[in-house]
């Protein structure tokens, strides 16, 4: 990161060249689309917009015009401004605290998003809810369960309250309503939980990272633990599950599960505690967590 001196004042104004202004937005078009788990085909359908351009764009080839730029931040549940210029805003003190977050790397980012929380989120409650987060396969159904047993909670998952909050399976909401619809019965579906449950285990959705006022929401009130893995162990036991959800449809399933976990990285490292399953037995992760989970509530 650059160090500023003391008295420059903060950049207000970006002084990028067209080229290095589209190739940062390919960047943040690309970021973005892994944070959501959304292969390039997937974001295509989405927004109308084509496979080919979009891999344009992200290379920092494109010059989209408004409109395109806004069907895809609309199918990514952003706002045009997010996606144009990560500056934006109107209010100048909140472009000032962009500014100076903006050559923060990612866990730069989680540090100061921390210290934001501890000033100004007020106090939390987290009661005995434990939530499980992590990639497709890091175990927060197979272990969740079991751990709900070992503490006597109820087990919770949260992709079966959507579903039947909306009346059909996951896959049928994402490909009926979009991914804005899906995070936002996830977004209520999650409010609920934490309000009917002062203990449980709560097993979420892979992209739950992915809509920061449902991630903060969570943060703030269970205790959460990052399930991680090696990505040839997500992908190999997600593919043993004969299930390919974020990967579906994607020829590049192996580059795309490393850009997606890396994006989320920074993210899910926000939990507060994390459990390597890496190379482990699913018992010796069992303990683990019990042990990890039990230090949490207590
Ligand atoms: N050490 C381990 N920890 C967790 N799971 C393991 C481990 N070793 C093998 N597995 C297997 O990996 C799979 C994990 O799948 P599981 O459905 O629990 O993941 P998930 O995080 O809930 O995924 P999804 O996001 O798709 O719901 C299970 O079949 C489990 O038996
Ligand atoms: O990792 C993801 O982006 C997802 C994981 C699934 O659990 C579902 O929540 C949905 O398919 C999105
Ligand atoms: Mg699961």
Redesign the pocket.
């Known amino acids: 990161m650059r160090q500023r001196t003391q008295n420059e004042a903060p950049p207000r104004r970006s002084t990028l060249g067209i080229e290095d202004y589209l190739a940062r937005l390919g960047d943040r078009v690309r970021a973005a689309r892994a944070r959501?788990?959304m292969s390039r085909k997937i974001l295509a359908r989405d927004s109308g917009v084509s496979e080919r351009y979009l891999a344009q764009l992200e290379s920092g080839r494109g010059n989209p015009s408004v409109a395109v730029l806004h069907q895809i931040a609309d199918a990514m549940d952003m706002s045009v401004m997010e996606l144009a210029d990560p500056h934006g805003g109107t209010d100048p003190a909140l472009a000032e605290i962009l500014s100076l977050l903006s050559p923060l790397d990612g866990g730069e980012l989680a540090e100061a998003a921390r210290l934001l929380e501890q000033r100004f989120a007020g106090s939390s409650t987290r009661g005995n809810r434990i939530a499980l987060i992590g990639?497709?396969g890091a175990g927060k159904t197979t272990l969740g369960r079991a751990l709900a047993e070992k503490l006597g909670v109820p087990f919770i998952e949260l992709?079966r309250v959507i579903e039947q909050d909306y009346g059909a399976s996951?896959g049928e909401l994402?490909s009926l309503s979009g991914q804005p619809a899906?995070r936002r019965y996830e977004n209520r579906c999650l409010n609920q939980i934490l309000t009917d449950y002062e203990e449980a285990v709560i097993s979420t959705?892979?992209?739950i990272v992915?809509n920061p006022e449902t991630y903060t929401m969570l943060l703030r009130r269970a205790h959460t633990i990052w399930l991680q893995a090696s990505p040839e162990e997500h992908m190999q036991r997600v593919v043993e599950q004969g299930d390919m959800?974020?990967m579906e449809q994607n020829r590049e399933a192996m580059t795309d599960l490393r850009a997606?976990l890396e994006a989320r990285a920074p993210l899910y490292d926000r939990a507060e505690a994390n459990v390597d399953t890496a190379g482990e037995t699913l018992e010796t992760s069992l303990t683990k967590l019990t042990e990890t989970a039990r230090g949490l509530i207590g």
């Open positions: 959501r788990g990639l497709r992709n996951i994402l899906f959705g892979g992209g992915a959800r974020p997606i």
